[in-house]
Nanobody, 121 residues
Framework: VQLVESGGGLVQAGGSLRLSCAAS????????MGWWRQASGKQRELVAG???????DYVDSVRGRFTISRDNAKNTVYLQMNSLKPEDTAVYYC????????????????WGQGTQVTVSS
């Protein structure tokens, strides 16, 4: 499975960005897709995930500001980020897994190359 992200960039606080992640390859094995992020000097953290059945989870710090969606026909997952804050600055990684259990933390997960999101104050 290959994951290709797009949509990062520089935005002022309060602005919006939309990230996209297109999956290709053995995609029939994929159940959950979503986004993790890693800020400089910090551990990678889960931002949002969505299963093929539409179950969604967000980290508390983005709930109400970010929206994850998935187009199964296009094998693409999106992250609409609104009301961005400087603390959202990080490299955002698309990830995918065959099971939602512990996804993003196992060696069987798939990862994109990452896209930088920078929010200026």
């Amino acid at each position: 499975v290959q994951l290709v992200e797009s949509g990062g960039g520089l935005v002022q606080a309060g602005g919006s960005l939309r990230l996209s992640c297109a999956a290709s390859g053995s995609i029939t094995s994929i159940n959950v897709m979503g986004w993790w992020r890693q800020a400089s000097g910090k551990q990678r953290e889960l931002v949002a995930g969505i299963t093929s059945g539409g179950n969604i989870d967000y980290v508390d710090s983005v709930r109400g500001r970010f929206t994850i969606s998935r187009d199964n026909a296009k094998n693409t997952v999106y992250l609409q980020m609104n009301s961005l804050k400087p603390e959202d600055t990080a490299v955002y990684y698309c990830a995918a897994a065959s099971s939602p259990k512990g996804w993003g933390t196992t060696r069987d997960d798939y990862w994109g190359q990452g896209t930088q999101v920078t929010v200026s104050s």
